[in-house]
């Protein structure tokens, strides 16, 4: 594989764990009646900023965790 493709492949698959992450964790605080919109600084609005920040993160790192799984598979080749 070329090395565009690889970064390619490499900024796609960070965008969509990051994004992928960040969503659930918006959904989860929507689950937990927290609004990340509401006005002001309250509780539940910064709850739900920590979500959607952990999300992100955590999507962001299984991300990276597939890809160099899948960097193991394909060097185990024959």
């Known amino acids: ?3 565009a493709r690889k970064l390619l492949l490499e900024g796609i698959s960070d965008a969509v764990g990051f994004v992928g992450g960040a ?5 989860l605080g929507q ?8 006005a ?4 539940a609005s910064m709850g739900a900023i920590l979500l959607v920040g952990l999300g992100g993160g955590g999507g962001l790192h299984l991300a990276r965790f597939w890809r160099a799984r899948q ?6 080749q024959p």
Not at 31 to 38: A, D, I, M, R, T
């Open 1 to 3: 594989m070329s090395e």
């Open 23 to 27: 969503v659930a964790g918006y959904w």
């Open 31 to 38: 689950l937990l009646g927290w609004n990340l919109f509401s």
């Open 40 to 43: 002001g600084y309250n509780a």
């Open 71 to 76: 960097h193991k598979d394909e060097s185990q």
